[in-house]
């Protein structure tokens, strides 16, 4: 069985570990639904294969990287078309899709970590391995790679204690699309709900919901601060027009290097943090978050069915 299945996977196509999945339904009778999600996760088994014969080198990590997400993709697609009348289906067989490129993604970054794109993806990844086991790669990457930006910046996430719930808001140098330095100091006593990024990935819903949480409180309340990674002012400046708020929308020009991604551990956008009046935070999210932030906000049920209503306006017309 298992020498049939090394077979079947290393020829690269769905069609092999298909006709090994009839063969096995032939013997071991199941619902359609989860034939198809059986099939999902043989097919998934070559994301999660260890590529020992390729080199450490920067055009493998590459080529294998883009592999995956090649792969990715046409899962994605057999499932929209295998499981389209079984919707939970679909959402469990993607579920698996999803949890199993994640592994593969990972299992990737470090193998290549010795090689820039690799390591600069162990960084993107940081949150999700033991700080043990990003000593375990610093110390085993050649030394030019352990003294670069992403080593260095990997170090120092290492080092530092990420904030969380419970921990009181840090503030560091930013500034404003002027130019002019981003004051922090009228922010005490107030809650400060800070966002990494993230505007550009939220639905025009988020948008308008914290719109409309910006309107429904007072600033000596309230106030909603925007952090995008950005690498220059000019950069910062295209972004704020394009998404223009009435909260302030800053940066520190540091990119990966910014407290944001070290210190408060930000990696998706958006990443939330809201605080209490002593500037706690009490709040911290992966995506919005207005059920809980309703728990801190009495403004913040008010602004969700506000924005709710808008939007279905907008898709009624």
Known sequence: MIHTMRNAFSIGSVRPIRRLCDNLYDRFPMENWMKNLFLTVLALVPL??????????????????????????????????????????????????????????????LRYAAVPSGLQRVFMLRGHFPKD???????RIPEPMR?????????????????????????????????????WK?????????????????SPGGRQYLDKLYELTLRDELEIVVFWPSGSQED????????????????????????????????ATPTCFLTDKEGIIRVKSIGLAPDRFAERLPAAAEAAEAAEAIESMKQAE
Not at 56 to 84: K, P
Not at 241 to 261: G, N, R, W
């Open 236 to 267: 910062l400046v295209r972004t704020a027009e394009h998404y223009v708020t009435a909260y302030p929308q800053v940066s520190d020009f540091l990119q990966d290097a910014s407290p944001m991604k070290i210190l408060y551990g930000a990696q």
């Open 48 to 109: 999660l294969a260890a590529r020992g014969q390729e080199p450490i080198t920067e055009e493998a990590y590459v080529r294998a990287d883009s592999l995956l997400w090649v792969r990715y993709e046409q899962r994605t697609q057999e499932l929209s078309v295998a499981l389209r009348d079984n919707p939970d289906s679909m959402r469990a067989a993607w579920q698996v899709l999803s949890d199993t490129t994640d592994v593969a993604n990972q299992r990737l970054a």
């Open 147 to 183: 003294t670069s930006f992403y080593g260095d910046n990997i170090r120092r996430y290492i080092e530092t204690r990420q904030l969380g719930e419970g921990d009181a808001l840090q503030t560091f140098p930013c500034f404003l699309p002027d130019g002019t330095p981003f004051d």
């Open 186 to 202: 009228p922010l005490e006593g107030r809650q400060v709900l800070l966002i990494f990024g993230g505007l550009r990935c939220m």
């Open 133 to 139: 086991t990003l000593r375990a790669v610093l110390a």
